[in-house]
């Protein structure tokens, strides 16, 4: 948008700062006994003065009242609003014409931001609600992290049958370019020819150690305590029996069993190869560690069956161990 075409799109937009975009439109149903119930059981809302009349009727309320966070409820329009964007656009209320201004000239996200509602008038069964909304205000275009746009604020009116203000209602809603990140330059056409890789491995000042180890030396670490001598894995600072954070580690020689296991279906994550069957295994050095079990039919593997694992390159970015079994009948023997 050209700084003209901005100040153009701007007079129009704030033109509409005042402005009635829905007119007083009574609810489709009177407040009702029946919805009242279902809302209090969804929201948990156990208060009596709702649901049980003969309570009320002995409360300050003197009878039944309506949740008063059920206000706007009464006026919504339901599940016909699923289709009003395909309405003729001169059958649409100013709302929507607003809207399809901003989605004109490239304002298509929105986002709600607040809403502050005001209850001034308890509301009973057999009320009729009836609402009208204004556009309160419109903000300067504000940079977010959605992207360029406006905030604009409406002011909902609650009457009741009786004309007398029941409540109000401040909404506010971003209207925005969605944000789209800066590409550099051969970025989309290196990622294209990638093939995809899994997820990589999360690394922090406690485990760092141990992927170096793995990826430079092609070895699993098993980290030991110092003081007592006790393996622990996955790393972490401090030992489990002794709190002592001094530590070393030792070589698995990554012989062990299936502990347990569960072969991954869906959804299918790229990078990964299926069948997948991801295992914890029990290494003879005695801790346990998270892998693959690899090279078989997922039919085959069993709790118990004795594995190798090896220290494999499974992808351009992720060198991690891998287990096979050794013997489909080894359930229970070293
Ligand atoms: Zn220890």
């Given at each position: 948008?050209?700084?003209?075409?901005?100040?153009?799109?701007?007079?129009?937009?704030?033109?509409?700062?005042?402005?009635?975009?829905?007119?007083?439109?009574a609810g489709?149903d009177l407040v009702?006994?029946?919805?009242?119930?279902?809302?209090?059981?969804?929201?948990?809302?156990?208060?009596?003065?709702?649901?049980?009349?003969?309570?009320?009727?002995?409360?300050?309320?003197?009878?039944?009242?309506?949740?008063?966070?059920?206000l706007w409820t009464w006026s919504?329009?339901?599940?016909?609003?699923?289709?009003?964007?395909?309405?003729?656009?001169?059958?649409?209320?100013?709302?929507?014409?607003?809207?399809?201004?901003?989605?004109?000239?490239?304002?298509?996200?929105?986002?709600?931001?607040?809403?502050?509602?005001?209850?001034?008038?308890?509301l009973?069964?057999?009320d009729s609600v009836i609402a009208?909304?204004?556009?309160?205000?419109?903000?300067?275009?504000?940079?977010?992290?959605?992207?360029?746009?406006?905030?604009?604020?409406?002011?909902?009116?609650f009457t009741n049958q009786?004309?007398?203000?029941v409540g109000?209602?401040?909404?506010?809603?971003?209207?925005?370019?969605?944000?789209?990140?800066?590409?550099?330059?051969?970025?989309?056409?290196?990622?294209?020819?990638?093939?995809?890789?899994?997820?990589?491995?999360?690394?922090?000042?406690?485990?760092?150690?141990?992927?170096?180890?793995?990826?430079?030396?092609?070895?699993?670490?098993?980290?030991?305590?110092?003081?007592?001598?006790?393996?622990?894995?996955?790393?972490?600072?401090?030992?489990?029996?002794?709190?002592?954070?001094?530590?070393?580690?030792?070589?698995?020689?990554?012989?062990?069993?299936?502990?347990?296991?569960?072969?991954?279906?869906?959804?299918?994550?790229?990078?990964?190869?299926?069948?997948?069957?991801?295992?914890?295994?029990?290494?003879?050095?005695?801790?346990?560690?998270?892998?693959?079990?690899?090279?078989?039919?997922?039919?085959?593997?069993?709790?118990?069956?004795?594995?190798?694992?090896?220290?494999?390159?499974?992808?351009?970015?992720?060198?991690?161990?891998?287990?096979?079994?050794?013997?489909?009948?080894?359930?229970?023997?070293?």
């Open positions: 948008m050209t700084p003209e075409e901005k100040k153009v799109f701007e007079t129009k937009l704030y033109s509409w700062v005042g402005k009635e975009i829905i007119p007083p439109t489709p009702n006994e029946p919805m009242i119930r279902q809302w209090a059981e969804v929201m948990g809302d156990l208060n009596p003065v709702y649901t049980d009349k003969a309570f009320a009727e002995k409360s300050s309320k003197k009878g039944l009242i309506a949740p008063p966070t059920m919504l329009e339901g599940y016909p609003m699923a289709f009003a964007d395909q309405q003729d656009p001169s059958q649409q209320d100013g709302q929507r014409s607003l809207h399809r201004f901003m989605e004109q000239n490239g304002f298509t996200g929105v986002l709600g931001t607040n809403c502050d509602q005001e209850y001034l008038k308890e009973r069964p057999g009208n909304m204004v556009v309160k205000s419109i903000s300067e275009e504000k940079a977010t992290a959605m992207g360029n746009g406006y905030f604009i604020e409406t002011l909902t009116t009786n004309k007398e203000t109000t209602m401040v909404f506010r809603v971003l209207k925005f370019k969605p944000a789209q990140a800066p590409k550099a330059a051969n970025e989309s056409a290196a990622t294209e020819n990638k093939a995809p890789t899994r997820l990589k491995s999360v690394r922090g000042h406690d485990n760092a150690w141990w992927w170096n180890i793995l990826e430079k030396e092609k070895k699993v670490p098993i980290q030991r305590c110092k003081s007592c001598k006790t393996l622990r894995h996955p790393p972490r600072p401090f030992c489990n029996v002794c709190q002592s954070g001094d530590w070393d580690h030792v070589e698995s020689k990554l012989n062990g069993e299936i502990f347990s296991f569960i072969e991954l279906h869906y959804p299918e994550i790229p990078g990964y190869t299926y069948p997948l069957i991801c295992a914890v295994i029990s290494l003879d050095e005695g801790t346990r560690i998270v892998s693959n079990v690899i090279d078989c039919k997922p039919e085959d593997v069993k709790i118990g069956l004795r594995v190798k694992g090896e220290v494999l390159q499974v992808d351009a970015d992720n060198i991690i161990p891998q287990f096979r079994i050794i013997n489909k009948n080894s359930v229970g023997s070293k």
